[in-house]
């Protein structure tokens, strides 16, 4: 490497992968752990000690549902001894009384709940969970009662796109700072359900359009951030801020990657936390090294001149659309494979028409995907 | 289009800005810098946001901070008013401070 590795500043962890909903566009691994390959307390307790040491600033509790785990509470008081920020990424749903009180309690600086829906029809349909919507109201509620600065997470697609102005009155409504339309990414379940789940360009266009008029209408009252869509972008997104620059993720058993969907790279191999401790993963780990900076950029990357904006873009869609996990992210104009991602939305608006039948989906269930997946 | 009850903040020389709930300004002994911590981001605030940013405690009025920042940097307050309302309306805007 030519440049020094700088600390990382955020972690993702993935408490467990057990969760109450089933949404088809999840972005864990279609290869879910169960319960019994989870890490214990004390060894998050100590990856997290590792981490603050590290220089890690900021950590999102998420899953799967992270409130499964029992021991959440300490879990949160171990992270905020060290002053690490943490932020708690929930579906909102069969959180028993008081504990989000306790996590509250624990010193949680931030709840970020995800709606699937705007309305109750929508978010039991896309989970797969019947009295959903109800449950994460009253979590929205208890959170704010709490005291907790509240995020609403939208994550959006063809089912549920035209309720975009809905999820800014519900944001408004359930008392949060910020609201997040995040266009989904296609990894994991979703690129499983892809044709179930791609909007059309019209939708698309009409959304930003809603979207950029509710930014400047409620500027100073409600913060909106949104997630481009890939598919339809010119430029990529930074995946990660650029792959293992100064963020990482961590899975139930505690295999450490440099993002979530990293494991469809197959050429990688991952260490878990535990057989290295958690800075020699970072510094010295060869698939945290793989496409670390800029040294392994082929053309058109190598001389572009955003390659220090974009960094290439996302690898999984690399590997996922041009089969080559160090090519130019395809959502990029100037890849010669861009042309694809615009064959590929047609080919998902076309087999819906087609055929109803296809805009079922996947539900992601934990030991599915073997069948599923060819 | 429901009309929101909520309304933006407008900062006058009387607010008492203070910080959000959800963010924090502490000193990173990694990198031996001050960082403010807010939920999707990390900022690193030059020396001039940290003076302000700092008397974000909720006793200061704006007058009167800038009375004191007019003092630390030798200034006239009519001077650096402009700039010192201006970060704290950008950072109430960003839900980083209460005005």
């Known amino acids: 490497m030519t440049e020094p590795v700088l600390p990382p500043i955020g972690m993702l962890a993935e408490l467990t992968h057990r969760c109450p909903l089933q949404c088809a566009y999840c972005s864990n691994p279609v290869e879910l752990l169960k319960a019994n390959r989870e890490m214990d307390t004390q060894n998050w307790i100590s990856l997290f000690e590792q981490a603050a040491d590290l220089g890690v600033l900021q950590v999102h509790l998420s899953g799967g549902e992270p409130t499964l785990r029992t021991d959440l509470a300490e879990l949160i008081a171990s992270l905020v001894r060290r002053g690490v920020y943490t932020n708690l990424i929930t579906a909102g749903v069969g959180i028993a009384e008081g504990r989000i009180e306790a996590f509250a309690e624990a010193g949680l600086d931030h709840l970020q709940l995800s709606f699937q829906g705007a309305f109750a029809p929508t978010t039991e349909k896309i989970g797969n969970a019947r009295g959903a919507h109800e449950k994460k109201l009253e979590t929205a509620r208890r959170a704010r009662a709490a005291g907790l600065p509240l995020t609403i997470n939208a994550p959006i697609h063809r089912h549920n796109m035209e309720e975009v102005p809905d999820f800014i009155e519900l944001a408004l409504s359930l008392d949060a700072e910020r609201l997040e339309i995040a266009n989904v990414q296609y990894a994991g379940w979703a690129l499983l359900n892809r044709n179930a789940l791609m909007p059309e360009r019209e939708a698309v266009e009409r959304q930003v359009e809603i979207v950029e008029e509710a930014q400047q209408r409620l500027r100073g009252i409600m913060t909106i951030d949104f997630v481009t869509p890939d598919y339809f972008a010119i430029y990529p997104k930074p995946c990660m801020g650029g792959w293992a620059r100064d963020a990482f993720m961590v899975a139930p058993d505690g295999t450490v990657l440099p993002c979530h969907a990293a494991g469809t790279i197959k050429s990688l191999h991952f260490e878990r936390f535990g057989d290295w401790n958690l800075s020699r993963i970072w510094h010295e780990s060869s698939a945290f090294n793989a496409f670390r900076g800029t040294d392994w950029m082929q053309e058109p990357c190598r001389s572009c001149e955003r390659r220090e904006i974009d960094w290439g873009g996302c690898r999984c869609q690399a590997m996922a659309i041009a089969g080559d996990a160090a090519a130019t992210d395809p959502a990029c104009i100037k890849s010669p494979l861009h042309a694809r991602m615009g064959a590929l939305i047609k080919e998902a608006i076309d087999t819906k028409s087609a055929d109803a039948e296809s805009d079922a989906f996947i539900y992601r269930r934990i030991g599915r995907s073997a069948e599923t997946i060819s | ?99």
């Open chain 2, 1 to 99: 289009m429901i009309e929101t009850a909520r309304v933006r903040t407008v900062l006058s020389m009387q607010s008492k800005p203070v910080l959000k709930r959800h963010v924090r300004l502490q000193y990173d002994k990694v990198r031996e810098a001050w960082a403010l911590l807010s939920p999707e981001r990390v900022f690193w605030p030059n020396e001039v946001s940290l003076d302000i940013l700092r008397l974000c405690d909720g006793r200061h009025s704006v007058a009167e901070m800038v009375a004191v920042l007019g003092d630390q940097y030798g200034a006239d307050a009519a001077q650096i008013t402009p700039d010192v309302t201006g970060f704290l309306q950008e950072w109430s805007d960003k839900f980083l401070v209460t005005l």
